[in-house]
């Protein structure tokens, strides 16, 4: 069973919709930058009654829980206060930390839709020179998660699922710009900083299924999807 409608339930939706043992809920805050309240207090309302009936749920958090930077904001303590509730709702759990899920959708905060829309049109923006992100495919994801899930790996479970580097947002925006065939246009400031994410599971896994991050990764995966 599929709960949401966004990316990820999307991508989840052809291995998982059927499947009347795991509840994947794929229906939270959108945008990491989100101060709302009503937001995140939609997210825990859905949560707590879909807790009331799955079986096994799969929930997703994010890898801005070990971000030094980011941790004391609204996004990162509610998604670690949902930690908590799905922790103490006693069903067997599996909780996913994600950094950027890359695939088709029209969410504008994601920061790969953010770039590819400023630079296309050539609109000016602020570039933070040390700032790193992590991409993954999302259908990578659904790869890994859906093994795990097969192999019975992921009760009571809190893992990252993540690629197994990091590059500088400078790098995404040059790929970009070889992609499309123009020249961003950007102030360039000095800031930004990075932070280390475990994905030994990950790397794992995608060894035992023949997933590939290689050198190529981030090439391949904005050639995929804005290609």
């Known amino acids: 069973m599929i709960v949401g409608n966004g990316l990820l339930a999307t991508a989840f939706a052809p291995r998982f919709a059927s499947d009347r043992a795991l509840t994947v809920f794929a229906s939270g805050v959108a945008n990491s930058r989100e101060t709302r309240r009503a937001e995140f207090e939609r997210e825990r309302d859905l949560l707590q009654h879909t807790l009331q009936a799955a079986p096994v749920l799969v929930y997703f958090s994010t890898c801005s829980v070990h971000d030094p930077e980011l941790?004391?904001?609204?996004?990162?303590?509610?998604?670690?206060?949902?930690?908590?509730?799905?922790?103490?709702?006693?069903l067997q759990h599996a909780i996913v930390r994600l950094p950027q899920a890359v695939?088709?959708?029209?969410?504008?905060?994601?920061?790969?839709?953010?770039?590819?829309?400023?630079?296309?049109?050539?609109?000016r923006f602020q570039l933070w020179l040390q700032?790193?992100?992590?991409?993954?495919?999302?259908?990578?994801?659904?790869?890994?998660?859906?093994?795990?899930?097969?192999?019975?790996?992921?009760?009571?479970?809190?893992?990252?699922?993540?690629?197994?580097?990091?590059?500088?947002?400078?790098?995404?925006?040059?790929?970009?710009e070889a992609l499309l065939g123009v020249s961003a246009v950007f102030d360039p400031v000095t800031a930004g900083a990075d932070y280390p994410i475990d994905t030994t599971i990950t790397q794992a896994?995608?060894?035992?299924?023949?997933?590939?991050?290689?050198?190529?990764?981030?090439?391949?995966?904005?050639?995929?999807?804005?290609?």
């Open 103 to 123: 695939g088709l959708s029209a969410n504008p905060h994601t920061l790969t839709n953010y770039l590819y829309r400023q630079i296309s049109a050539g609109e």
């Open 205 to 227: 896994t995608a060894a035992h299924i023949g997933l590939v991050f290689d050198d190529h990764y981030l090439d391949k995966l904005l050639r995929k999807y804005y290609g």
């Open 131 to 176: 700032a790193r992100r992590n991409l993954i495919d999302v259908t990578d994801v659904v790869a890994i998660v859906a093994h795990l899930v097969d192999a019975r790996q992921i009760a009571g479970a809190s893992l990252n699922v993540a690629c197994p580097f990091s590059v500088l947002v400078l790098d995404i925006v040059r790929a970009f």
């Open 71 to 90: 941790s004391q904001s609204p996004y990162v303590q509610h998604k670690l206060a949902m930690e908590q509730l799905i922790h103490g709702a006693g």
